[in-house]
């Protein structure tokens, strides 16, 4: 069975300042790791994935997050906070391992809304 | 490429009246996926297709929900009849085949129930 779970439903910073977005992960086959954006009253955005490559994964927008298997997280990150960054951040991991009726489907944490003060 | 698109954006209806919701998934997607997400959590998979046979739909109240994808392209999720709790927005996504394609979501519509 796989599990996604997000610290914190709401982060607030600064603008300029550091943005952290925590997710741990659950997952009985090797995991397949996204991070999805949702502004007000609009679907999700893909901002980058983890597909077993590189560890360190670039995404959209100067966000960036790190696999690390041994602490179970893939962790969220941007140098500076932009006011445009304020929005809902989701985590998922998608399980490849199981070929069947689950292939490809997103298992996603509940969630972690940024705030970000001028 | 256009989006996925939806329709209606917005729905409001008493209980235990039937509504539907319609998806457009993005020209040669062949899996389509309808999610729930009920306010303050993440969407959860109702019901996910490939073309038009059913994949999954482990997690659809299928005594009150049901969808389609007659021709393998739109898609269609109706609910009847509905419940306070079905009050959620509704999204649809689709995904190219191969196992490192992503899925695009739709804007969803957003259902209340009264």
């Known amino acids: 069975a796989q599990s996604v779970t997000q610290l914190g439903s709401h982060v607030s910073v600064s603008e300029g300042a550091l943005v952290l977005l925590r997710c741990n992960y659950s997952?009985?086959?090797?995991?397949?790791l996204f991070w999805y954006v949702q502004y007000p009253n609009q679907g999700l955005q893909l901002l980058l994935k983890?597909?077993?490559?590189?560890?360190l994964v670039k995404g959209i927008n100067g966000f960036e997050a790190e696999f690390k298997k041994s602490e179970t997280s893939f962790h969220l990150t941007k140098p500076s906070a932009h006011m445009s960054d304020a929005a809902e951040y989701f985590c998922?991991?998608?399980?490849?391992?199981?070929?069947?009726?689950?292939?490809?489907?997103?298992?996603f944490g509940k969630g972690t809304k940024l705030s970000v003060k001028p | 490429e256009a989006g996925v698109a939806q329709s209606p954006r917005y729905k409001i209806i008493e209980k235990r009246q039937s509504v539907a919701f319609w998806c457009n998934p993005i020209?040669?997607?062949?899996?389509l996926y309808w999610y729930q997400q009920i306010l303050g959590q993440g969407p959860k998979l109702l019901i996910q297709?490939?073309?038009?046979?059913?994949?999954?739909d482990s997690q659809l109240p299928k005594d009150r929900f049901s969808a389609e994808r007659l021709k393998g392209v739109d898609s269609t999720l109706k609910i009847q009849p509905a419940k306070l709790e079905d009050s959620a927005v509704y999204l649809c996504?689709?995904?190219?085949?191969?196992?490192?394609?992503?899925?695009?979501f739709g804007p969803g519509t957003r259902l209340t129930v009264l």
């Open positions: 020209s040669g997607h062949a899996t």
């Open positions: 997952s009985s086959v090797p995991p397949y």
């Open positions: 998922a991991v998608s399980g490849w391992g199981n070929y069947g009726g689950s292939q490809g489907n997103l298992i």
């Open positions: 996504a689709s995904r190219r085949t191969g196992r490192y394609n992503e899925q695009f």
């Open positions: 297709f490939q073309n038009n046979g059913v994949v999954d």
């Open positions: 983890y597909t077993s490559a590189a560890t």
